[in-house]
């Protein structure tokens, strides 16, 4: 168990809809990262944030929000959904002064 | 741009041998380090092993150990003694330093699926 926690495990759902995923984080753990992983594209980082701020984006859609909470927990909002955004979508967390990040088991989105 | 490359989609390997995953990278930067991360079918991400890139001593952890060759910019992973849990999908990762410029994301290759036969 890596101590990040993501919900729901599994999510179906209908194009154009939206919705929202959840992280909590390591105990500790300032920072929170999100990635998708798809056959197609593999593992695509999303975005970053510590303590509260975006640190880094990458290759996140415009339909797509994320924020971090004062307890740090995260969430990330997917809206307008398409076919493709079906994927597994991973959460991570680290001490921003370490080098590892530890994932959470992921939540598989399908869109139909 | 950093770029993680593994070559090997698919490999087999006899249960108590040593397999070698090949993994090679492209980074400007002088500080990155490096991740192996393993998952399993049910698809949780493991994290397995680091090297830092200033490190001069090949990291280990258990039955893995990453055979880091910096002027060859490779990052092979090994694993001794196979086991039947063994069978994944084993991924290279690297991390650009200091993380603070740029974010501490890692860059993931496509991966190598590992199959231990009985």
């Known amino acids: 168990d890596s101590g990040v926690t993501q919900t729901p495990k599994h999510l179906i759902t209908a194009t154009g809809q939206r919705v929202t995923l959840r992280c909590s984080p390591r105990?500790?753990?300032?920072?929170v990262y999100w990635y998708q992983q798809s056959l197609d594209q593999g593992l695509q980082f999303l975005i970053q944030y510590y303590n509260g701020e975006e640190r880094a984006k990458g290759n996140i859609l415009e339909r797509f929000s994320a924020q971090q909470f004062p307890d740090l927990h995260s969430e990330l909002n997917l809206s307008s959904l398409e076919l493709g955004d079906s994927a597994l979508y991973f959460c991570a967390s680290s001490v921003d002064a370490e080098e590892k990040l530890f994932f959470g088991s992921g939540t598989q989105l399908s869109v139909l | 741009a950093q770029k993680i490359t593994q070559t090997q989609p698919g490999m087999f390997v006899q249960e108590k041998e040593a397999v070698t995953l090949d993994c090679t990278y492209d980074t400007s930067d002088q500080s990155y380090g490096l991740f192996w991360y393993k998952q399993p079918s049910s698809g949780e991400m493991i994290f397995l092993i680091y090297q830092g890139s200033y490190d001069e001593q090949n990291a280990t952890e258990g039955r893995y150990s990453l055979n880091f060759q910096k002027a060859r910019k490779s990052a092979n992973l090994v694993i001794s003694a196979s086991q039947l849990g063994d069978s994944a999908m084993y991924f290279c990762?690297?991390?650009?330093?200091?993380?603070?410029?740029?974010?501490?994301?890692?860059?993931f290759g496509q991966g190598t699926e590992l199959s231990v036969k009985p």
């Open positions: 105990s500790g753990d300032l920072s």
């Open positions: 990762a690297m991390r650009e330093l200091p993380f603070y410029n740029q974010g501490g994301k890692l860059i």
